[in-house]
């Protein structure tokens, strides 16, 4: 089992920015994909972006041009780098890896973008 621990959330205006990180308990060269997803009050875990060790990266159609994922593979760390901020974007934000078929979860993140 992948052991993830994020940080970096917190409170912003909307327009404002956050970067998130998550640090991983093994190599993510070894992690088939790492990624991130998010949990609003009252709704449904939601998927935001994810990357591969290839550097190959998938962005939820709400996220795009605002979001970027990366990765650290010296510091096993990957990033959310959240640019222009909007309300809707409040949540809880969950790093999420996928190792020898079996999924992992870190404990969330809260984020929340005031208007």
């Keep these: 089992q992948v ?34 997803y998010r949990q609003a009050p009252g ?28 990765s650290d593979n010296a510091k096993n760390t990957v990033y959310l780098q959240m640019n222009s901020l909007k309300p809707e974007d409040t949540a809880v934000y969950y790093c999420h890896s996928l190792w020898a078929a079996r999924s992992s979860w870190g404990q969330g993140t809260q984020v929340t973008v005031s208007s």
Aim: glycine share 14%.
């Design 3 to 36: 052991q993830l621990e994020e940080s970096g959330g917190g409170l912003v205006q909307a327009g404002g920015s956050l970067r998130l990180s998550c640090a991983a308990s093994l190599s993510i060269i070894s992690i088939h994909v790492m990624g991130w």
């Design 43 to 70: 709704k449904q875990r939601e998927f935001v972006a994810n990357i591969t060790p290839g550097g190959n990266t998938n962005y939820a159609d709400s996220v795009k041009g605002r979001f970027t994922i990366s």
